[in-house]
C-alpha cells in the first residue's frame, strides 16, 4: 500500500490519461456516483485538460460537418443581431437602444425601458404644421384656455407671445358697455410694448368668466402665508370713508426665466425709442399687494426692504375681528423661534378684512 494511505491503480486519478479514448470510463465517472475517488468527484466537474480533449476528440469524430458553427453553437455574444429570431418590435427596441446609448450614461443607461424608447420613437414622427395655421387656431382660443393652447407646441407658444393674438383676443371680447380706464381702451392697442398686460387686465372687466372669480371671493379667504419669502419694496395706508386701508407691497426675488425667449425676460425702458417692443412686457408681474382694511388707524413700524418670513391670523382681543401678526427679516433665513424674536414684528388688531391683490385684479394700485 502506498505512503498518506493513496492508492494506485485503475481507478487513480494518477494513471489516467487526458486522452478519453486512452483510459477507461469507470463507473465513478458518473454524475451520481456516491463514491468520492477524485478531485473530480468531489467538485462534479471535470478538469480543463480533460474536458478540452473531449472536445477535441467529438470534433474529429463528427466530421466537418459539426465543425462549421451554426447559430445554436455560438455564444450569445458571439452573434450578431440578425442571428437572432427576432419579431419586428424586438428588432426595432435593439435599434433603439443601440441608438441611445451615445446619450445615455452607464448609470441610468438600466433605467431606460422599452416604453421609454417607444415614446421617444413617437415623438420623431409627429406632423410640423406651419406657424400660419396656429394662428389661426389661436382666433378660436378662449381666454382660459391660453395656457393650454401655449403648452401645445413650439409654434403655438410662439403665437402666443406675439402681439397679434393678444389683439385679436381683447377685439373678440370687448364690450362697449363697460367703463374701462384710459389706457385699457380700444384706442391703446397701437402700443405694441406690454400690450398682453393691457388685454389681461381689460378682460377682468368684461368677460364674464374671470368677473366671477373676483366676485365669489369672501373675507378672510386669500391665505396670507402666500407671501412668505418675498420682499415688501412699498407699504403706505389711506383712509376710505370709515376705515383704514394699509398697503403692502412685495416682490418675488427669483422671477420665472421663460426658456424659449430668453431674451424677454430682461426688462427694458418704455418710453425709449430703441428699446425692443415686448408684447409680454409686465412691470408688475412679480409683484403682489397685500390689502389689510381696519376700521381705526395703526402706527406701524417701516419695513420696507426687509424680507416676510411668518404671519399669523387669531381672533383679536375684543372677540370681533381678527388680529394680524407680520414677522419680518432683513435676510432670507427659516422661521425659528430665535428669528422670530430677533425680527421685526407688526401687530396690527382689529382687522376686519384682508385681500391679496395680484397685478390683474381690478382693485390692484397700479400705474400703467
Same mark, same amino acid.
Given at each position: 500500500?502506498?505512503? %498518506?494511505?493513496?492508492?494506485?491503480?485503475?481507478?487513480?486519478?494518477?494513471?489516467?490519461?487526458?486522452?478519453?479514448?486512452?483510459?477507461? !470510463? +469507470?463507473?465513478?465517472? *458518473?454524475?451520481?456516483?456516491?463514491?468520492?475517488?477524485?478531485?473530480?468527484?468531489?467538485?462534479?466537474?471535470?478538469?480543463?485538460?480533460?474536458?478540452?480533449?473531449?472536445?477535441?476528440?467529438?470534433?474529429?469524430?463528427?466530421?466537418?460537418? +459539426?465543425?462549421?458553427?451554426?447559430?445554436?453553437?455560438?455564444?450569445?455574444?458571439?452573434?450578431?443581431?440578425?442571428?437572432?429570431?427576432?419579431?419586428?418590435?424586438?428588432?426595432?427596441?435593439?435599434?433603439?437602444?443601440?441608438?441611445?446609448? %451615445?446619450?445615455? #450614461?452607464?448609470? %441610468?443607461?438600466?433605467?431606460?425601458?422599452?416604453?421609454?424608447?417607444?415614446?421617444?420613437?413617437?415623438?420623431?414622427?409627429?406632423? #410640423?404644421?406651419?406657424?400660419? $395655421?396656429? !394662428?389661426?387656431?389661436?382666433?378660436?382660443?378662449?381666454?382660459?384656455?391660453?395656457?393650454?393652447?401655449?403648452?401645445?407646441?413650439?409654434?403655438?407658444?410662439? $403665437?402666443?407671445?406675439?402681439?397679434?393674438?393678444?389683439?385679436?383676443? *381683447?377685439?373678440?371680447?370687448? %364690450?362697449?358697455? $363697460?367703463?374701462?380706464?384710459?389706457?385699457?381702451?380700444?384706442?391703446?392697442?397701437?402700443?405694441?410694448?406690454?400690450?398682453?398686460?393691457? $388685454? =389681461?387686465?381689460? @378682460?377682468? *372687466?368684461?368677460?364674464?368668466?374671470?368677473?366671477?372669480?373676483? &366676485?365669489?371671493?369672501?373675507?378672510?379667504?386669500?391665505?396670507?402665508?402666500? @407671501?412668505?419669502?418675498? &420682499?415688501?419694496?412699498?407699504?403706505?395706508?389711506?383712509?376710505?370713508?370709515?376705515?383704514?386701508?394699509? *398697503? !403692502?407691497?412685495?416682490?418675488?426675488?427669483?422671477?420665472? /426665466?421663460?426658456?424659449?425667449?430668453?431674451?424677454?425676460?430682461?426688462?427694458?425702458? =418704455?418710453?425709449?425709442?430703441?428699446?425692443?417692443?415686448?408684447? @409680454?412686457?409686465?412691470?408688475?408681474?412679480?409683484?403682489? =399687494?397685500?390689502?389689510?382694511?381696519?376700521?381705526?388707524?395703526?402706527?406701524?413700524?417701516? =419695513?420696507?426692504?426687509?424680507?416676510?418670513?411668518?404671519?399669523?391670523?387669531? /381672533?383679536?382681543?375684543?372677540?370681533?375681528?381678527?388680529?394680524?401678526?407680520? /414677522?419680518?427679516?432683513?435676510?432670507?433665513?427659516?422661521?425659528?423661534?430665535? /428669528?422670530? +424674536?430677533?425680527? #421685526?414684528?407688526?401687530?396690527?388688531?382689529?382687522?376686519?378684512?384682508?385681500?391679496?391683490?395680484?397685478?390683474?385684479?381690478?382693485?390692484?394700485?397700479?400705474?400703467?
Amino acid at each position: 500500500m502506498p505512503r %498518506n494511505g493513496k492508492r494506485s491503480g485503475p481507478g487513480s486519478g494518477r494513471s489516467r490519461s487526458l486522452d478519453p479514448t486512452k483510459s477507461d !470510463f +469507470t463507473l465513478y465517472d *458518473y454524475a451520481h456516483s456516491t463514491v468520492l475517488r477524485s478531485h473530480r468527484a468531489k467538485t462534479g466537474r471535470l478538469k480543463k485538460g480533460e474536458a478540452n480533449a473531449f472536445h477535441a476528440q467529438v470534433k474529429k469524430v463528427c466530421g466537418k460537418s +459539426t465543425v462549421m458553427l451554426s447559430d445554436n453553437s455560438l455564444e450569445w455574444f458571439e452573434k450578431d443581431i440578425n442571428d437572432f429570431n427576432t419579431s419586428d418590435d424586438e428588432a426595432t427596441f435593439i435599434l433603439l437602444k443601440e441608438q441611445s446609448e %451615445n446619450g445615455i #450614461t452607464g448609470e %441610468n443607461f438600466g433605467n431606460c425601458t422599452r416604453g421609454k424608447l417607444e415614446r421617444e420613437e413617437l415623438t420623431n414622427r409627429g406632423t #410640423t404644421y406651419p406657424l400660419d $395655421v396656429w !394662428f389661426l387656431i389661436g382666433r378660436h382660443i378662449r381666454p382660459e384656455d391660453v395656457a393650454s393652447f401655449s403648452a401645445i407646441c413650439h409654434c403655438s407658444h410662439i $403665437v402666443v407671445h406675439s402681439a397679434r393674438f393678444w389683439i385679436s383676443l *381683447y377685439k373678440r371680447f370687448y %364690450n362697449p358697455g $363697460v367703463d374701462l380706464p384710459n389706457l385699457l381702451q380700444p384706442s391703446m392697442l397701437h402700443r405694441v410694448h406690454g400690450v398682453k398686460n393691457r $388685454v =389681461v387686465r381689460a @378682460l377682468f *372687466y368684461f368677460y364674464t368668466p374671470f368677473q366671477n372669480r373676483l &366676485r365669489c371671493m369672501a373675507p378672510f379667504e386669500n391665505d396670507p402665508d402666500l @407671501l412668505e419669502g418675498k &420682499r415688501c419694496i412699498r407699504m403706505w395706508h389711506q383712509q376710505v370713508k370709515n376705515s383704514w386701508h394699509f *398697503y !403692502f407691497k412685495f416682490e418675488r426675488a427669483t422671477p420665472p /426665466v421663460c426658456p424659449l425667449f430668453p431674451a424677454r425676460n430682461t426688462f427694458r425702458a =418704455v418710453d425709449s425709442l430703441r428699446a425692443e417692443a415686448n408684447a @409680454l412686457y409686465n412691470r408688475e408681474e412679480n409683484c403682489t =399687494v397685500l390689502q389689510v382694511v381696519s376700521p381705526g388707524f395703526i402706527l406701524l413700524p417701516d =419695513v420696507v426692504g426687509q424680507i416676510l418670513i411668518k404671519t399669523f391670523v387669531s /381672533v383679536g382681543h375684543e372677540m370681533r375681528s381678527h388680529r394680524l401678526k407680520l /414677522v419680518f427679516h432683513t435676510n432670507q433665513v427659516r422661521s425659528t423661534k430665535a /428669528v422670530l +424674536t430677533n425680527g #421685526t414684528t407688526i401687530t396690527m388688531d382689529p382687522v376686519t378684512n384682508i385681500h391679496i391683490l395680484r397685478w390683474w385684479d381690478p382693485k390692484y394700485p397700479c400705474i400703467f
